[in-house]
T-cell receptor
Framework: DGGITQSPKYLFRKEGQNVTLSCEQN?????MYWYRQDPGQGLRLIYY???????QKGDIAEGYSVSREKKESFPLTVTSAQKNPTAFYLC?????????????FGDGTRLSIL | GQQVMQIPQYQHVQEGEDFTTYCNSS?????IQWYKQRPGGHPVFLIQ?????EVKKQKRLTFQFGEAKKNSSLHITATQTTDVGTYFC???????????FGKGTKLSVIP
């Protein structure tokens, strides 16, 4: 059964700590995305990747980093530079990185500050 | 940059009443997509519209794309409790790699 798997479901970060959110897809999609969702704010794009070893900043990339070493995986690191990391993080994928393609989302990771 | 505005932010309806959410873009879109997010869940793709003036139906849901390809609407006839959730529109510009999401309309249905 194809899909996108995000882990963990819940994550807690201490002050000054970096944390990494996992996103794996078995849909054979070229493009992957990371969004941040805050109440009443909709989805805001953090980073996206069109192909392996390539990624681009989205609208709110500051304080985040990503890598795309494998087609299936697109982990997101929330660094200590992100001062307000508490949010719901959603990973998505699409066949190609164009705005004409529907996006498939994982179940999300809820990140909170301790 | 491209902005997508969606109204209303919240809508409470009695079960059986109709519901409409509207989406407006600051720029002409190549396509618009609609997603539904159930409480505690993730967004799920509903439909894509690409043609000027296009209308598509899915059972009780009717989706429209404006003639100028800058606005869209989702109308639900005779709401049911299963319709509860947040509905997002997402617009794509020609040649763009990313979708711009509206802030969503949260629908509550009172049984």
């Amino acid at each position: 059964d194809g899909g996108i798997t995000q882990s963990p479901k819940y994550l807690f970060r201490k002050e000054g700590q970096n944390v990494t959110l996992s996103c794996e897809q078995n849909l054979n999609h070229d493009a992957m995305y990371w969004y941040r969702q805050d109440p009443g704010q909709g989805l805001r794009l953090i980073y996206y990747s069109q192909i392996v070893n390539d990624f681009q900043k989205g609208d709110i990339a500051e304080g985040y980093s990503v890598s795309r070493e494998k087609k299936e995986s697109f982990p997101l690191t929330v660094t200590s530079a992100q001062k307000n990391p508490t949010a719901f993080y959603l990973c998505a994928s699409s066949i190609f990185a164009t705005s004409n393609q529907p996006q498939h989302f994982g179940d999300g990771t809820r990140l909170s500050i301790l | 940059g491209q902005q997508v505005m969606q109204i209303p932010q919240y809508q409470h309806v009695q079960e059986g009443e109709d519901f409409t959410t509207y989406c407006n873009s600051s720029t002409t879109l190549s396509n618009i997509q609609w997603y539904k997010q159930r409480p505690g869940g993730h967004p799920v793709f509903l439909i894509q519209l690409v043609k000027s003036g296009e209308v598509k139906k899915q059972k009780r849901l009717t989706f429209q794309f404006g003639e100028a390809k800058k606005n869209s609407s989702l109308h639900i006839t005779a709401t049911q409790t299963t319709d509860v959730g947040t509905y997002f529109c997402a617009g794509g510009g020609a040649g763009s790699y990313q979708l711009t999401f509206g802030k969503g309309t949260k629908l509550s249905v009172i049984p």
